[in-house]
């Protein structure tokens, strides 16, 4: 399994030809205690870099996009009942929904994890 | 309405006061008096009405629960601290605010609106009759328009000092007076919304502070204005207490929300009068007898007969929070907006004001708002979300 990032905080942890997403620790981390969430539904089409989930903190609406195309598997319905999960447990609990890709060459375009250490250390 | 930005756009955000039409642009941010002392608290520092202000320090749920538990102490600095003088400044200014300021005794406040000529708000505003005259306290993104219009509509005898040398500092929540009676002796005699001056620092070479009970978190509290120069080591001394934690602008937003207390530029502004902003109860019994202020036609028709629109406090059902700018509906008919909303941490869950149609504005309506094309159930609900905890004269405490 490899993770990916992308310039607007998301993770992708792939494997095979399906993956996870959620948004980033860094992420979580900036936009404070999050008080609501909103997953796309099972069967969902996503476009690469397509609005595909919504997390709200108590100040701010932000959308997740899409990291890559697909189809929606699973929404983390967990997180209706507990949108804190985003804060306590980002890269894990907190996902927001698993994807099955329709193009793996789209992969290519996002950073590992180094990377996005270095892109968030230069912000 | 602000449709939701990347996660990567809100990080960005540093104007946290969005699309606030009413405010100039600045030309440059400016630094308030305690800004390296928010830095070393760990703030997290935003744009707001021009200056760089700290919008959070550990996270405003936490930092807002702390104040209605303990005491939040909170810069204020950006407010515009205004003192009139000269014969007659109180009779002028009720020309421009429907609230009984020549009535106003000395060391009492009153909460009022700068209203325009054709009665829309301005502004909103404390006024306290102090020795040398009116001392006002304006919102820090339109203090400067403020002052230019008191100027223009003020007579010339009547003096305008902006007192840009002093930072305001609010100590609010149930603890605030037990922390600041230690830090300045005599403040708990104080009863919301009076003021006073009183002495702090060594008895040798002791510092005046204007200080009030008063504030915007529907909490009992104090309002301290204090020389510039001396606001760090006041801000020190505060937060030395145990009871007292630094609490940035998020959770000012979050605790006035649940108090039900209009924030201006969004849930006022110069096209909204005061019956509309259900703030009539600033419209004094005098004034409503004898009139004679900016817009009076308007606002005295408004009172008789109910204004076509007015502001109001809406529970939202379920999780999801309804923001700024979402348009409400009843059946397919749009009959209001919303001009505040957001989570309440102390409600546990999202609670919204907006304007509403007559009609459809009595506490109980059940109407639907629409947020990213969905629609949530709201209803129509009394304001205060949250009781008001003031320590009043004559109350049982």
């Given at each position: 399994m490899t993770r990916y990032f992308t310039e607007d905080h998301e993770w992708i942890e792939v494997d095979g030809d399906s993956a996870t997403v959620g948004i980033t620790d860094y992420a979580q981390s900036q936009l404070g205690d999050i008080v609501f969430a909103e997953v796309p539904a099972t069967g969902a089409t996503l476009k690469k870099g397509g609005d595909a989930a919504v997390v709200e903190s108590v100040k701010a609406a932000s959308d997740v996009y899409a990291p890559v195309s697909g189809t929606v598997i699973e929404g983390n319905d967990?997180?209706?009942?507990?949108?804190?999960?985003?804060?306590?447990?980002?890269?894990?609990?907190?996902?927001?929904?698993?994807?099955?890709?329709?193009?793996?060459s789209e992969l290519d375009s996002l950073m590992d994890a180094a990377a996005y250490k270095a892109f968030v250390d230069g912000l | 309405m602000r449709q939701p930005a990347s996660v990567a756009a809100t990080l960005e955000r540093t104007d946290m006061s969005e699309e606030d039409e009413f405010e100039l642009e600045p030309i440059e941010i400016l630094e308030l008096p305690l800004d390296a002392w928010h830095r070393d608290k760990g703030a997290r520092m935003v744009e707001f009405a021009g200056y760089h202000m700290p919008i959070q320090y550990e996270g405003i749920m936490a930092e807002h629960i702390w104040t209605r538990e303990n005491a939040g102490l909170f810069d204020v600095s950006h407010m515009g601290q205004l003192m009139l003088t000269g014969e007659g400044a109180a009779e002028a200014l009720e020309a421009m605010v429907p609230g009984d300021i020549s009535a106003l005794k000395e060391g009492k406040m009153r909460y009022s609106l700068l209203l325009g000529?054709?009665?829309g708000i301005l502004d909103d505003m404390m006024i306290t009759a102090v020795p040398m005259g009116l001392y006002v306290v304006v919102n820090g993104a339109v203090k400067w328009d403020d002052m230019g219009y008191l100027r223009e509509h003020l007579p010339d005898e009547i003096t305008i000092n902006h007192m840009d040398d002093r930072a305001l500092l609010a100590l609010q929540g149930p603890k605030a007076v037990d922390a600041l009676v230690r830090v300045v002796p005599g403040v708990d005699a104080l009863y919301f919304m009076e003021a006073g001056s009183f002495f702090w620092g060594?008895?040798?070479d002791p510092e005046p502070l204007w200080i009030s009970r008063s504030?915007?978190?529907?909490?009992?509290?104090?309002?301290?204005?204090?020389?510039?120069?001396?606001?760090?080591?006041?801000?020190?001394q505060i937060c030395a207490q145990p009871e007292v934690k630094p609490i940035g602008l998020g959770a000012r937003d979050s605790l006035r929300l649940e108090a039900g207390l209009p924030l201006y530029g969004h849930d006022m502004n110069p096209d909204i009068d005061p019956v509309e902003a259900s703030a009539a109860f600033a419209v004094s019994k005098r004034r409503r007898a004898e009139g004679g202020f900016f817009g009076s036609d308007r606002i005295l028709n408004g009172l008789a007969n109910g204004p076509a629109r007015k502001l109001v406090g809406l529970s939202v059902e379920g999780k999801m929070p309804v923001r700024e700018g979402a348009p409400v509906f009843a059946g397919?008919?749009?009959?209001g907006v919303i001009t505040s909303g957001g989570f309440g941490p102390s409600v546990g869950a999202p609670i919204a004001m907006g304007y509403i149609d007559a009609g459809h504005n009595a506490t109980g309506s059940m109407l639907e708002a629409e947020v990213r094309g969905k629609r949530v159930s709201v209803t129509v609900s009394s304001l205060p979300f949250i009781p008001h905890h003031y320590h009043r004269k004559g109350a049982q405490t």
């Amino acid at each position: 399994m490899t993770r990916y990032f992308t310039e607007d905080h998301e993770w992708i942890e792939v494997d095979g030809d399906s993956a996870t997403v959620g948004i980033t620790d860094y992420a979580q981390s900036q936009l404070g205690d999050i008080v609501f969430a909103e997953v796309p539904a099972t069967g969902a089409t996503l476009k690469k870099g397509g609005d595909a989930a919504v997390v709200e903190s108590v100040k701010a609406a932000s959308d997740v996009y899409a990291p890559v195309s697909g189809t929606v598997i699973e929404g983390n319905d967990a997180l209706e009942g507990d949108p804190a999960l985003v804060n306590s447990d980002p890269e894990g609990e907190g996902w927001f929904f698993k994807i099955t890709l329709s193009d793996t060459s789209e992969l290519d375009s996002l950073m590992d994890a180094a990377a996005y250490k270095a892109f968030v250390d230069g912000l | 309405m602000r449709q939701p930005a990347s996660v990567a756009a809100t990080l960005e955000r540093t104007d946290m006061s969005e699309e606030d039409e009413f405010e100039l642009e600045p030309i440059e941010i400016l630094e308030l008096p305690l800004d390296a002392w928010h830095r070393d608290k760990g703030a997290r520092m935003v744009e707001f009405a021009g200056y760089h202000m700290p919008i959070q320090y550990e996270g405003i749920m936490a930092e807002h629960i702390w104040t209605r538990e303990n005491a939040g102490l909170f810069d204020v600095s950006h407010m515009g601290q205004l003192m009139l003088t000269g014969e007659g400044a109180a009779e002028a200014l009720e020309a421009m605010v429907p609230g009984d300021i020549s009535a106003l005794k000395e060391g009492k406040m009153r909460y009022s609106l700068l209203l325009g000529e054709d009665g829309g708000i301005l502004d909103d505003m404390m006024i306290t009759a102090v020795p040398m005259g009116l001392y006002v306290v304006v919102n820090g993104a339109v203090k400067w328009d403020d002052m230019g219009y008191l100027r223009e509509h003020l007579p010339d005898e009547i003096t305008i000092n902006h007192m840009d040398d002093r930072a305001l500092l609010a100590l609010q929540g149930p603890k605030a007076v037990d922390a600041l009676v230690r830090v300045v002796p005599g403040v708990d005699a104080l009863y919301f919304m009076e003021a006073g001056s009183f002495f702090w620092g060594p008895k040798t070479d002791p510092e005046p502070l204007w200080i009030s009970r008063s504030g915007y978190t529907g909490e009992d509290g104090f309002e301290i204005s204090v020389p510039a120069a001396h606001a760090k080591a006041l801000a020190d001394q505060i937060c030395a207490q145990p009871e007292v934690k630094p609490i940035g602008l998020g959770a000012r937003d979050s605790l006035r929300l649940e108090a039900g207390l209009p924030l201006y530029g969004h849930d006022m502004n110069p096209d909204i009068d005061p019956v509309e902003a259900s703030a009539a109860f600033a419209v004094s019994k005098r004034r409503r007898a004898e009139g004679g202020f900016f817009g009076s036609d308007r606002i005295l028709n408004g009172l008789a007969n109910g204004p076509a629109r007015k502001l109001v406090g809406l529970s939202v059902e379920g999780k999801m929070p309804v923001r700024e700018g979402a348009p409400v509906f009843a059946g397919d008919t749009q009959v209001g907006v919303i001009t505040s909303g957001g989570f309440g941490p102390s409600v546990g869950a999202p609670i919204a004001m907006g304007y509403i149609d007559a009609g459809h504005n009595a506490t109980g309506s059940m109407l639907e708002a629409e947020v990213r094309g969905k629609r949530v159930s709201v209803t129509v609900s009394s304001l205060p979300f949250i009781p008001h905890h003031y320590h009043r004269k004559g109350a049982q405490t």
